[in-house]
């Protein structure tokens, strides 16, 4: 089958074996992929990575010991646990140290025309949900994982207008909360008017959402959160950044590590006709899978919101 | 009146004026000070300070619109909000961005004959507490504001065996959670234990605190913070120190600025007779106000664990 693959700072496409299912997992076939930042990341070596990338998907179910999942289309969790640990047994599988990571670490992405992942990661799809806002359930996943972590406050600004920072307000106003979006792109901006999300004007924020995946940045944006303010951040940096802990102390900020969020509550977000609209801008521009490396290129492009890949 | 004066990063014994009270303060006659690692920063500079410093003491109350409190022996919280800005309306006075702070900022500090304080900021001391006891009040507040902060776990790791890794390891364990303690001083360790308070073992913890004052440890600080852990940081530094952000999004780490915290509290610990014997060791030299140089430099020097000045 052909797949996407990684090596030591080089993208390829190439045939490789189709993958084989073990018990309790799913061989699944692509539908449609998204192309994410960690993807770009692996690329220029973050990790060691090596082989096929791809996390952001909607596949059809092929094969399954699960009777009930063959031939719907589904979307996935990413984190692969052991099942067995301390932090496995406490509920927190995600955190596993021995997880695999769909396409990111010790399992094959999805960018491949063939992949697999156990049942219990595999959230069906309804009809109502197309396979190009399904693809962003886990990048919404990760916005709305943030309210589970910790109270979300009245305002809240989200810094970046990229497609993280874009994913990320779209999420946070659906918990009801009033959000402001800060970036250098006015249209992107712009296709956040149906969901009333508007531009920043400035100000303190008892919540601000970094998704600039500038670490250099990371100091000015502490400039915005209030005193006894939340600033949560979302991007994983291949240098470690200069924050100024004084300030954090002084002013008693609680900077608070976000990562992957509950799928079912995306889902529920992408049968909203309103974050539909917002999505379908988000996306830009679809490659058969044949033109990978093309979408790769492109997805780079400074500016660029979510590229994807069909199968 | 005599009181230290530091100034362009030199300190001296001088005649000074004596301050006077203004309406809704108290005029207060020094006991005891405390030399905290904060008022050597200011030496060396921090917040470009010149005055007179110190916030740490057991003073009596000489003159004050308040009968009740005249000649009572009392402690006092240091900072001294504005009143009447938003934050102090919201009850976060602490955080007033027009806030003046005892020997720090706007105020003049206690390392004096007589200093003066706003009524509202005194807790008188029962006669069953030491005025060498009572002037660790402060730093003992600021342990215990971490449990003001957030829910505080089972078990704790506090790094840094100086006097503020002692006393804050002392709060953390009267809130009942099992307290260990890193450091190099076996000496400062063995403290502790009246309190059940042991040297770390190892492993991963749901809380660690960040005692040491070091900007270069946190990187190994936060290796021991289990994940969806969290990190106190009570420590102040000149400069911004590194800090790997993305394992703190990888593994959802929560890190809290910790500052000042409740003397009520505080002062309840001070009766306690085990708590009582901890801060005897912590206690180490008392020098009359007239040698307050030498006290300073003595404060100074490596592994030195709490200094006080007489009055």
Redesign the interface.
């Known amino acids: 089958m052909k797949a996407l693959w990684f090596e030591l700072g080089e993208a390829s496409l190439r045939e490789v074996p189709m993958p084989v299912r073990t018990s309790g997992e799913s061989l699944l076939k692509l539908r449609v992929a998204g192309i994410c930042n960690t993807d770009l990341e692996l690329l220029k070596g973050y990790m060691g990575f090596a082989g096929v990338p791809g996390h952001e998907f909607v596949a059809t179910v092929m094969d399954s010991d699960n009777a009930d999942l063959v031939g719907r289309r589904v979307v996935g969790e990413i984190n692969i646990p052991c099942g067995s640990c301390r932090?496995c047994h406490a509920g927190?599988g995600n955190?596993c140290p021995a997880r695999r990571v769909l396409g990111i670490s010790g399992h094959p992405g999805c960018l491949a025309e063939y992949f697999t992942l156990p049942d219990r990661n595999l959230h069906p799809l309804d009809d109502g949900v197309s396979d190009y806002d399904g693809v962003l359930a886990e990048p919404l996943a990760a916005g709305l994982r943030i309210a589970d972590?910790?109270p979300v406050p009245d305002s809240i600004l989200v810094v970046g207008d990229g497609k993280l920072g874009l994913l990320t307000a779209a999420a946070l106003r659906r918990t009801g909360s009033r959000v402001w979006l800060a970036g250098h792109h006015e249209d992107h901006i712009e296709m956040l008017r149906p969901l009333e999300i508007y531009r920043d004007h400035g100000g303190l924020f008892p919540m601000v959402v970094d998704c600039t995946g500038n670490?250099d940045a990371?100091?000015d944006i502490l400039d915005r959160v209030e005193?006894?303010g939340k600033l949560v951040?979302?991007?994983?940096?291949?240098q470690?950044?200069?924050?100024?802990?004084?300030?954090?102390?002084?002013?008693?900020?609680?900077?608070?590590?976000?990562?992957c969020g509950p799928f079912a509550k995306a889902i529920e977000l992408l049968r909203n006709p309103d974050v539909s609209k917002v999505l379908a801008n988000v996306r830009q521009e679809v490659f058969p899978l044949e033109e990978a490396l093309a979408a790769l290129r492109v997805a780079a492009e400074k500016g660029k919101l979510k590229i994807m890949v069909e199968n």
């Open positions: 932090l927190m955190h972590q910790t670490p990371l100091d005193p006894q951040v979302k991007s994983t940096y291949a470690s950044p200069a924050v100024d802990l004084s300030r954090v102390v002084v002013r008693e900020i609680t900077i608070i590590g976000s990562r």
